[in-house]
């Protein structure tokens, strides 16, 4: 029996934690039925280098975009930048880009500037920005809200790890959810509770990897076939078989990354 069609919709496959085995990583993820992958910018200056990796496999696309801790190593990159890097055809999102006040690596002031200026890449290009958000909810959903009323943009909150209101925000405006790993833990009943009142249409899975490996993996570095497993744990969420919540997040997927070939035929 075939395994259903899943998305990775957010990975790291530059990181060197890949590098020594990165063809069998992207193996292993096609041997537990993850047709696609995206792996994620996380510094534009970084750019040539993930999309070598995305042009070695057919089924890996890439983003291009600056990490709200990295912000102020590039503070300065213009609109128009981003959005003509955007161009090259293996690159379906803008971003990982937002605000993340956990640690304190950039100015929250600095992390705005360059996460409106890849809003605005996001506008104009039509391409969805991936969104990265930690211990900045209110700060998000102002910009978040005031943007929109300037004009909409397509976008996920990634890897959500939020509040409540910040997911019925997101998806009021427009946008998706997506969980990792942590929506498999232990101690995550609140993400959970979450998670089954997003709308099945404004779902989608990722892993995040390397970071969050789910069980039975805990504590090991993830990769993109463990995708799998938080796909397991969203449908016992939603009350839904496997295939359904495969097949709904994957067209979730490529509705939003509308740049990216459907690969399932």
Known sequence: MSLPFLVDSHCHLDFPEFEPERDDIVARAGAQGVGLMVTISTYISKLPSILAIAERYSNVF???????????????????????????????AIGEAGL?????????????RVFIRHIEA???????????????????????SQQSAI???PFVLH???????????????????????????????????IAADVPLDRLLVETDAPYLAPPPHRGQ?????????????????????????????TDNFFRLFSRAPDLRS
């Not at 990490?67 to 690159?91: C, F, M, W, Y």
């Not at 993340?100 to 705005?112: I, L, M």
């Not at 939020?162 to 019925?168: G, H, P, V």
Request: glycine letters at 6%.
């Open 221 to 249: 570095r993830n990769e993109p076939a463990y995708v799998a497993h938080t796909a397991r744990k969203l449908a016992d969420v939603k009350g839904v078989s496997v295939d359904d919540v495969a097949k709904q997040t």
């Open 151 to 153: 004009g909409p943009f």
């Open 159 to 193: 890897c959500f790890s939020s509040t409540r209101r910040l997911a019925e925000v997101g998806v009021d405006l427009g946008g998706y959810v997506s969980f990792s790993g942590i929506l498999t833990f232990n101690k995550s009943d609140e993400i959970r509770a």
């Open 122 to 144: 996001a506008r104009e290009t039509g391409l969805p920005l991936v969104i990265h958000a930690r211990d900045a909810d209110a700060d998000m959903e102002a910009i978040l």
């Open 100 to 112: 993340d006040y956990f640690y304190d690596r950039a100015p929250p002031e600095v992390q705005k």
């Open 62 to 92: 890439a983003s291009v975009g600056t990490h709200p801790l990295n912000a102020g190593s590039e503070p300065d990159v213009p609109t128009q930048h981003i959005v003509r890097l955007s161009q090259h055809p293996k690159i379906v």
